[in-house]
């Protein structure tokens, strides 16, 4: 299947692995979805499920490294996984572009804000300092930074955490990109300021129509604005559909998990949040089977198909994809009779 | 709001008055070293039982009169409380002093410090004398090692583990191990005396009488005092080339669409040469105190080549002299690393 795709994004069976001295990190194992200009895809999952190396693999981060990559990635019609790494540099940043966690960190400590966009303005641009200068400020305005004309020529240890942030935004935004994927992008910011960053990325991405990717572990962030989510665990897509099917009829236990371990303002506080027990897995030696079987509190209602074959995602209806050996019906019956009581009980 | 200056007047006249601030603290630290060297050289020596007359002894020389010796405590002075020898000591650096001694008076303009035991010639002079050869092997030296030492640190640090990188690492912990007294010997067996591409030791001609000879005579020791510190710095930048590597904006660089090679030279290399840029700065002092073993391998009549002797020779003067040369050396390196340091890095807080 090599035929380019009618989605604006297209993953087919993504594999990122990466030889360790420990042996192969199966760090993303087949991963597939679809997303569309104007549309925003939330990737939710714990540490170490292979969200950030995902978008770094889109972004072709990875090649040239040690990395092994396999499968397809389509980007408006061009095959990504196999094009040379020089014209994936030249869509990176252009065509795509990423908004990274912790811009403290993530921006250079010896440049100027502006400096820095200003680079990545003149890298796919053209022009001389002076209109990539003004261009600069004009991002920072528009990012809701006060006085861009001054601010411009600042550092950024000299900014706020939200105003960084913010800063990044403008850089990321600097050459309209038409895929723009956000790691984690409200991780180190207060709550106040959170709600402020995501409210500037929706409006930005409504103006520019772009294609939006959230890669979050907070599920309040994709709530707010996913039109689908991908729930992602050991490298794979465990559950994949609309916001209001993961959210309203959630069928994997893993995502289950996710919903009760979430903070809610509509619950007691002395209520206790409902952790998922256990720790992820490792990506060298996942567990046979279903990768989620140690952890899951069903596997023993599966008549031992989940230590022995590994279940596939299968449609459950209306683009709604889950990954569990339960057959559906049991699935629909645990959401409505054990975990949705549960969750909503005060 | 912190941190938020505007860059124009005010942020100027922040870098003048850290300039001067740093300064100032150079000027007190150069005091206190003097305070310090001066207790080392005279303080100790009377509290392990040396007397006035034990150190007159060492100016008038061997078989002195009882008399001799008194005139010569009388004349220096050295029955005076320490502070107010210190305190002339002091004097005689900032504003010079004249010394009677026997019938006729020595004048030592300042910077002064003093004659020297054994010929008697005064010390400022001698050091001066010694500065341009120890400068030459210095400076010569510190372009070589900077530039070997940082490239072949950043390249090894690009192939990590390739062939290169393993080569040249295993000659740098050569370079670090190896004493400059061996890899000096070692250069003049091989290069001098048996194939004779360079002259031997002793060779050391002042570039002002003839230029050619004076580089020809410099080769082997630049190569010899540039491997040792090549090979560290090569060390050095390749660890910091490879944590910064490892760094976010460095992933942020490439996710903008720059070309690997600026994003090693604009945005890698900055970052890792902060650092390297303090370590030499202090190197660099270190070197121009005297570079001891070089200059003795090579028979260099440089500063550390006089250090040395007089220390055998047991010339007080002269050491002092040099010591706080030394330290000399050594602040003023730290307060231009400080200054270039604050240029570089913005996050350096110049209040």
């Known amino acids: ?346 | 709001m912190p941190g938020s200056d505007p860059p124009g007047h005010s942020g100027r006249t922040i870098v003048v008055a850290f300039i001067v601030r740093r300064v100032i603290a150079a000027v007190l630290m150069l005091a206190v070293v003097s305070m310090a060297t001066f207790a080392i050289f005279f303080l100790i020596p009377r509290a392990l039982g040396q007397t006035p007359e034990g150190m007159a002894s060492r100016y008038v020389g061997r078989d002195a009169t009882p008399e001799a010796i008194q005139g010569a405590v009388k004349r220096l002075h050295l029955d005076d409380p320490l502070i107010v020898q210190y305190g002339r000591f002091a004097k005689g650096i900032v504003a010079g002093q004249d010394y009677s001694l026997g019938p006729k008076k020595a004048e030592c303009p300042a910077p002064c410090f003093g004659f020297s035991f054994n010929n008697n010639q005064p010390v400022w002079p001698t050091l001066l004398d010694r500065l341009p050869a120890t400068l030459s092997l210095a400076l010569g030296a510190a372009v070589i090692w900077l530039v070997t030492g940082v490239g072949i640190g950043v390249v090894s640090a690009l192939k990590r583990g390739s062939a290169l990188d393993r080569a040249a690492m295993t000659v740098a912990l050569a370079g670090v191990s190896l004493p400059i007294y061996f890899t000096g010997l070692v250069s003049l067996s091989v290069f001098a005396y048996t194939l004779g591409i360079f002259p031997g030791g002793g060779s050391y001609t002042p570039v002002t009488e003839n230029p050619v000879m004076w580089f020809q005579s410099l080769v082997l020791p630049w190569i010899t005092l540039a491997f040792l510190y090549a090979a560290l710095y090569a060390r050095l930048t390749r660890a910091g080339m490879l944590e910064t590597m490892g760094e976010d904006y460095i992933r942020t660089a490439r996710a903008k669409g720059l070309k690997e090679r600026t994003v090693v030279t604009k945005h890698a290399l900055r970052a890792t040469l902060t650092p390297i840029l303090t370590i030499f700065g202090l190197d660099l002092g270190l070197l121009l105190g005297g570079a001891v073993l070089t200059e003795s391998t090579f028979s260099i009549q440089g500063v550390g080549k006089l250090v040395i002797d007089a220390i055998r020779g047991n010339d007080l003067p002269v050491v002092l002299g040099v010591t706080l040369f030394a330290a000399f050396f050594i602040v003023l390196a730290n307060l231009i690393v400080d200054v270039l340091y604050a240029v570089v890095d913005p996050r350096v807080r110049l209040s």
């Open chain 1, 1 to 346: 299947m090599t035929t380019p795709p009618g989605s604006f994004l297209e993953l087919r069976d993504l594999r990122i692995h990466f030889p360790t001295e420990d042996g192969l990190v199966k760090s993303v194992d087949g991963l597939s979805f679809k997303l569309d200009r104007g549309r925003t895809l939330g990737i939710v999952g714990e540490s170490g499920s292979g969200k950030s190396v995902t978008s770094l693999g889109i972004l072709g981060l990875h090649k040239g490294g040690r990395a092994r990559i396999s499968g397809e990635i389509w980007l408006d019609g061009e095959e990504l996984v196999t094009a040379s790494q020089d014209h994936v540099r030249s869509l990176r940043g252009k065509k795509m572009a990423m908004i990274f966690q912790d811009p403290l960190s993530a921006m250079h400590p010896y440049y100027s804000v502006g400096a820095q966009i200003i680079e990545a303005y003149r890298i796919h641009h053209d022009v001389s300092k002076a209109v990539a200068r003004k261009h600069a400020v004009d991002l920072l305005g528009r990012v809701g930074i006060p006085q861009p004309d001054k601010r411009v020529d600042d550092f950024p240890h000299q900014f706020s955490g939200g105003m960084r942030q913010r800063a990044m935004i403008a850089m990321a935004l600097s050459c309209d990109p038409e895929l723009l994927i956000a790691d984690e992008p409200t991780t180190a910011l207060d709550v106040t300021v959170q709600a402020q960053i995501l409210d500037l990325m929706t409006d930005l991405q409504r103006e520019f129509n772009s294609a939006l990717i959230i890669i979050t572990h907070d599920l309040g962030v994709v709530a707010e604005l996913s039109d689908d989510i991908l729930v992602m665990y050991g490298g794979r897509c465990v559950e994949y559909g609309s916001a209001e099917d993961i959210f309203y009829r959630p069928e994997h236990p893993y995502s289950w998990g996710l919903l009760g371990s979430m903070p809610r303002l509509d619950r007691e506080p002395t209520e206790r949040l409902l952790p998922i027990k256990g720790t992820p897995p490792s990506l060298i030696n996942v567990p046979s089977g279903c990768a989620f079987n140690p952890r899951c509190a069903f596997a023993d209602r599966t008549e031992g198909r989940s230590t022995s074959q590994v279940p596939e995602l299968l449609e459950t209806e209306g683009g709604h994809l889950v990954r569990c050996h339960l057959p559906r019906a049991q699935r629909r019956s645990i959401w409505d009779n054990e975990i949705k009581p549960m969750l909503e009980s005060t």
